[in-house]
């Protein structure tokens, strides 16, 4: 299927499993040009390695925790660098870190909202030109 993504600028966080990665591989079988973040470099290696292997371009890999104040910006920044800009964010980061038990439930809500709703990545990177 041709979703007409050949070329496009991408940016996938917490693309090192699951979701992410399978949004990541089948983008750059799109012909997508990416940049493939979450907080481990590891697995974003291996996954970069498997789309070189089935004939993708090479992703950049950019490792971030946005769940800090500075890793929207400091992603943002890698990605403009690396690719020019971004037309395509697929913000999939979410976190499985633990909580501790007296944390409370207004903690862990406050992490994942910390997390997955950070709008500075789409305010740093995903302008229109």
Do not use: F, H, Q, Y
Not at 7 to 19: E, F, K, M, N, P
Not at 99 to 124: H, K, N, Q, V
Request: charged share 20%; hydrophobic share 40%.
């Amino acid at each position: 299927m041709d979703l007409g993504l050949a070329g496009r600028r991408c940016l996938v966080t917490g693309a090192s499993t699951g979701l992410g990665r399978g949004i990541a591989l089948a983008l750059a079988g799109e012909g997508a040009r990416l940049v493939i973040s979450a907080r481990s470099r590891p697995p974003l290696e291996t996954l970069a390695e498997e789309i070189v292997g089935k004939g993708g371009a090479a992703p950049v890999i950019a490792t971030a925790d946005l769940a800090t104040p500075e890793g929207p910006r400091a992603l943002a920044t890698a990605a403009e660098r690396a690719l020019g800009g971004i037309e395509v964010l697929v913000n999939n980061a979410g976190g499985s870190r633990p909580l501790a038990a007296d944390a409370g439930e207004e903690a862990g809500w406050s992490r994942w909202r910390s997390t997955s709703t950070r709008r500075g990545i789409s305010r740093s990177c995903c302008r229109r030109p």
